[in-house]
């Protein structure tokens, strides 16, 4: 059995070559015929860095969330169970799909949406919206296009929680995914919001990875 990220890494490729680069999400979770286990980058848990600002935060009054690229929808359920109204979308109809197969008593309401052409009731709509991993696997101008996109959704007063990867500047430029580096983070602070939070630390893993975990807030 070949690796399973080179592979990912393959298929990525063969649709940024065919001018479609954001294509690839669709077949990969296809490819995974509802098979979570398939899925090899997806822990099976919430980001405990998330639960831990929950905690911190305490149970939301009715607040309305959002999760780009929710992937296969631990984070949502877990803003859910903080109390969050949550929205959960996905470009991959499969993935959406192995979302409702996972949680099919879930009160989140998982969607198929494009980040660059969200509905526009979306738009300044959500006081929470959740980012975590999604930039990193977007290349060029999309990587600042989705960051715009992701500012665009809070609401006045609103907060932005991502959670990503890191790297150095000029490190890592042919790696895929990509990490974040300082910069392209603070472009959150270029659309406009507030530095609440930023913590820069490693992982678990072995070797350790690097890691950001930020909290962004619009003036209201």
């Given amino acids: 059995m070949g690796n399973p990220k080179s592979a990912t890494q393959r298929l990525a490729r063969e649709y940024a070559d065919q001018g479609d680069p954001n294509g690839w999400f669709e077949e990969f979770y296809a490819r995974a015929g509802g098979d979570i286990g398939k899925v090899y980058w997806a822990d099976l848990k919430p980001n405990p860095w998330l639960l831990d600002w929950l905690k911190e935060r305490g149970a939301s009054d009715r607040m309305r969330a959002i999760t780009i690229g929710c992937g296969l929808g631990d984070d949502a359920e877990a803003l859910s169970r903080y109390g969050y109204r949550v929205t959960a979308f996905d470009i991959s109809p499969s993935a959406i799909a192995m979302c409702r197969q996972r949680y099919p008593a879930s009160t989140v309401d998982y969607r198929v949406a494009d980040l660059f052409n969200p509905p526009s009731a979306w738009l300044r709509g959500f006081d929470l919206v959740y980012e975590c991993n999604t930039i990193q696997i977007l290349a060029g101008l999309s990587r600042v296009q989705a960051l715009a996109a992701i500012s665009d959704l809070a609401a006045p007063g609103g907060e932005i929680v991502v959670s990503c990867r890191s790297r150095n500047a000029g490190e890592q430029l042919d790696s895929f995914p990509l990490a974040l580096d300082r910069d ?6 270029r659309a406009g919001l507030t530095e609440i939070r930023f913590v820069a630390y490693d992982d678990d893993q072995e070797p350790p990875v690097p890691h950001f975990f930020a ?6």
């Fill in 215 to 220: 909290v962004y807030r619009r003036h209201a």
């Fill in 184 to 189: 392209e983070i603070d472009g959150f602070l």
